[in-house]
């Protein structure tokens, strides 16, 4: 395969670019309620499931939701939503090697994110590390309306591109969402660390200076 295949790379940004340590996020919201994380876990799931991430609400019907069901568990001061994005975005920090990696890629390639995220972390991120400098579409699930390994998302970065799936590369860490780029007919690689997607890319005929 030569590199005149590939015409788009797609990035996931968590665990791809982008670090973070959700367990020490959600202890920073139980620890602020004074309760378990035992007891957590079902809030934890009750919110996941009111489609933040989806765009179905947005930060202020999230963060009520959040204060609702700690309250259900004690006598808790209500989170602020300038808490709320301190807690929410604690821990999130820029993989500086791929951030420089991608900056090589995009003098040559084109670019696309598509990302599984939510209001909160989305600005916080582009305005922390810029993350949108690194691309030309920004393909986010809370703006679309699907989230990844649904098959609607990948089929926007088609409509966007206008482009082949054969003539695309997806690179994402979670083996659901590289099965579902896959399902569409897009070439895959199930990021692990750096070292090993510049080993890809040469696979793919991709050049990384």
Same mark, same amino acid.
Request: hydrophobic share 40%.
């Given at each position: 395969?030569?590199? +005149?295949?590939?015409?788009?790379?797609?990035?996931?940004?968590?665990?791809?670019?982008?670090?973070?340590?959700?367990?020490?996020?959600?202890?920073?919201?139980?620890?602020?309620?004074?309760?378990?994380?035992?007891?957590?876990?079902? #809030?934890?799931? +009750?919110?996941?499931?009111?489609?933040?991430?989806?765009?179905?609400?947005?930060?202020? #019907?999230?963060?009520?939701?959040?204060?609702?069901?700690?309250?259900?568990?004690?006598?808790?001061?209500? #989170?602020?939503?300038?808490?709320?994005?301190?807690?929410?975005?604690?821990?999130?920090?820029?993989?500086?090697?791929?951030?420089?990696?991608? $900056?090589? /890629?995009?003098?040559?390639?084109?670019?696309?994110?598509?990302?599984?995220?939510?209001?909160?972390?989305?600005?916080?991120?582009?305005?922390?590390?810029? =993350?949108?400098?690194?691309?030309?579409?920004?393909?986010?699930?809370?703006?679309?309306?699907?989230?990844?390994?649904?098959? $609607?998302?990948?089929?926007?970065?088609?409509?966007?591109?206008? /482009?082949?799936?054969?003539?695309?590369?997806? #690179?994402?860490? /979670?083996?659901?969402?590289?099965?579902?780029?896959?399902? =569409?007919?897009?070439? =895959?690689?199930?990021?692990?660390?750096?070292?090993?997607?510049?080993?890809?890319?040469?696979?793919?005929?991709?050049?990384?200076?």
């Amino acid at each position: 395969m030569n590199q +005149h295949d590939i015409k788009l790379i797609v990035f996931d940004m968590g665990h791809v670019f982008v670090d973070f340590e959700w367990e020490t996020v959600c202890q920073g919201f139980y620890s602020r309620a004074g309760i378990t994380k035992e007891q957590f876990q079902p #809030i934890l799931k +009750h919110v996941g499931s009111l489609g933040y991430e989806s765009g179905h609400i947005d930060t202020s #019907i999230f963060l009520k939701a959040i204060n609702e069901q700690m309250a259900n568990h004690g006598d808790m001061q209500t #989170i602020g939503e300038e808490e709320f994005h301190q807690l929410w975005n604690a821990t999130f920090r820029e993989n500086i090697e791929m951030a420089n990696l991608m $900056e090589e /890629l995009r003098k040559q390639h084109k670019l696309y994110l598509l990302s599984n995220t939510n209001e909160s972390h989305w600005q916080y991120l582009d305005q922390t590390f810029k =993350v949108s400098r690194h691309f030309e579409e920004l393909i986010l699930s809370y703006k679309v309306g699907h989230i990844k390994p649904q098959h $609607e998302i990948y089929q926007e970065v088609l409509r966007r591109s206008n /482009l082949a799936a054969q003539h695309c590369l997806f #690179i994402d860490d /979670l083996e659901p969402n590289i099965a579902a780029g896959s399902a =569409v007919g897009m070439n =895959v690689v199930h990021f692990k660390d750096i070292s090993d997607l510049q080993s890809r890319f040469e696979h793919f005929g991709i050049s990384t200076n």
